[in-house]
């Protein structure tokens, strides 16, 4: 095993230890700081794989913007952060079975689409590429998720608002 493979298994494992406790963590301020050590070595595992510009965009996009946001929402709305604030219902075990058999078809279905192929990353990380791909095959997806999150904006404008500036 070569030290980047190596290097890629301690960030993958950082990824999924931090995912969880993302997820399982009482406190909503401490579940988005482990988010952005997730997104973090999500993004150290896009630089092992030679794709620079999509880790630059993920640091910029959801380590920068998303998570600031998701504090803003957090203070903005003052929701509950302090432990015992997470609603527990009793789905719980069901959703981690949902949670692991959907893990489990995604780690099969990426094993038997990757086993030994080899990833040129000159041809597929470069920015030229991904450009290429987002506006030649995925426009329309584009497009859609642009007026989403235009949507998502002026939503969240509305909701900040108090009600007498209406």
């Known amino acids: 095993m070569t030290v980047a493979g190596l290097l890629f ?16 963590t009482d406190q909503l301020v401490h579940a988005a700081l482990w988010l952005v050590i997730t997104l973090g070595a999500i993004a150290g595992c896009y630089l092992l794989l030679t794709a620079e510009f999509v880790a630059w965009v993920q640091v910029l996009i959801y380590v920068g913007s998303v998570v600031v946001l998701l504090l803003f929402a957090l203070m903005l709305t003052r929701a509950p952060t302090g432990p015992g604030s997470a609603e527990n219902t009793g789905n719980r075990y069901l ?14 279905t990426m094993y038997a689409g990757f086993n030994g192929e080899q990833i040129d990353g000159r041809r597929i990380g470069s920015a030229k590429a991904i450009g290429n791909a987002l506006f030649n095959d995925w426009v329309l997806g584009f497009e859609i998720l642009s007026v989403v999150l235009l949507s998502a904006l002026i939503g969240a404008i509305v909701l900040t608002r108090s009600g007498d500036e209406r």
């Open 9 to 24: 298994l301690v960030l993958s494992a950082l990824a999924v230890f931090s995912a969880l406790l993302v997820v399982s």
């Open 95 to 108: 959703a981690a079975g949902v949670g692991i058999t959907t893990t489990g078809a995604l780690a099969t």
